[in-house]
């Protein structure tokens, strides 16, 4: 019961909504026993031959006046506490995703998504069921049942209410063991339809490559297998389920049959009415429904429990880059330092930069170029601060990255990953992502610069077609080329464009990079690419190899070096004239 100790913060808070629920909780248990009582007294008149029309008129009116007043109770406890807890998980999102929003790329490295999904969906709703159900089950089960016991043995028998007690424990214990075998198997059929789930979308994605290496038979077979996996796992919740309710009816069974056998007897022996039997076995009834809610609770509590605690150390969790208590609020802007001893990755023993010195005046390009491996995101990564914990500094206008606000130093650096993302929103919006407030004007600037425009207006809905899930409907060079309008559209300090262009055709790469000469003029540009065409006119060009600095100077420079790059270019430059030779 402790996760109702810890939820004490959210009681405090909506502490009138709850001491209004639960009194009038209290209210609608007081006047479940009214109509028992009328039932018995009705009988007790029948059989005496007292009752009269005028009476019985009477009580009815009492019945449904008490019946009325407890379905506007019910009502509004309801909208109290139930109303409360859906802001508790409202509370508890709103934490959680503005956490999420908080932490590092290293922290996304460590947690699967499915898992973060999970807490934010699953545990919040076990938590909110804690703060509803959790209260109702408790006050109710101990209220009513409280109320309904104490109306027995004090009005009519506690002889005859010991004697039916007595297998009411054995349900709150069956209802509670049964509640944790069915959340087990429900969990296990939940994750086997999950990972059916995942199966049927990875075969539905890589249907190509099945189908090209003819694995088809196996990949039905191994479908075939999970999805007896989750019938069988189903079948054991719907068993599990099937058992409750009978072996439910039979212990309530048991309790009416001794209600019934020696209730009976005492009528016989005049110790009661017929009439006080009466009220007796409908106040068993009411019994039935608290102690259902007596086993449920620990269910429910034991899962809000253990959802509390994920969530809380989810929250725990440290926001690994923040800002400094003095941090600068200005966009930085200037030239850029690097003087890196050495960098590795958290959690791993090898460092992934070693010696990185350079430094890049303000308006310059850079270019850096090396293997697939070498380090160049990493280093670049480090300029807009996703990764920390470095041997030297990194200077940005003469100052430390860490001496800025992060906001404003990630306003200064627009960085085009290589992994572009595009959101399920129309391309203008895709493109006005970093500045929602951009003219269509402006957002065909951007366009235009990127090289994007053209094949925008040949779409049906133009700059409003919109853009699927990762954006299906385009191709790998649409989309790096949405990214980078997407960048361009910011106007940065440092436009950084990591191998960003990959996926287009080499004519287009240079119109991109001679429009974006033309237009960043005075402002810093990063360029990584695996074609060193991309980079040669850079004012500085970086070869990286294992993460340290190779070679580094001009094209010109570079290409008397006679070095790893002067190699390269050569051979890209045959390359391309095969290519064009092929033609
Ligand atoms: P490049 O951009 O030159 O291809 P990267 O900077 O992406 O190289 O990667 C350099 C090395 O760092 C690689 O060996 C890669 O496996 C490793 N690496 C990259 N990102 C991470 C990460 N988040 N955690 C641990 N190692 C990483």
Redesign the pocket.
Known sequence: MKVFLDLGWFFKQEKKSYIVGVFLLLLVALLQLVPPKIIGVIADDINEGTLTFGLLVEWMFVLIAVGLAMYVLRYYWRIMIFGSAVKLSKILRKRLYHHFTNMS??FY?KSRIGDLMAHATNDLSAIQQTAGSGILTLVDSLSTGGFVIIAMAFTISWKLTLICLIPMPFMALLTSWFGTMLHRSFYKAQEAFSSLNDKTQESIMGIKVIKTFGQEQEDIEDFRKQSEDVVQKNMLVAKIDSLYDPTISIIVGISFFLAIVFGGRYVLNDELTIGQLISFTTYLGLLVWPMLAFGWLFNIVERGRASYDRVSALLRENVEIIDLENALEVVPCGDIEYRLVEFT????SRP??KDIYFSLSRGETLGIV????????????LLIRE?EGYQGEILFGGKRLADYKLDNLREAVGYVP?DHFLFSADIAQNIAFSNPNATMEQIEQAARLANIHEDILQFTDGYHTIVGERGVSLSGGQKQRISIARALLMNPEVLIL??SLSAVDAKTEEAILSSLKQNREGKTTII?SHRLSAIQHANQILV?EE?RIIERGTHKDLMEADGWYKNMYLHQQLEELVELGGQ
């Open positions: 790329p290293a490295q990755y958290p959690g791993e992934i930069l090396g293997k697939t491996g070498s380090g160049k995101t990493t280093l670049l990564k990764f290589q990591d191998d990584t990286l993460g």
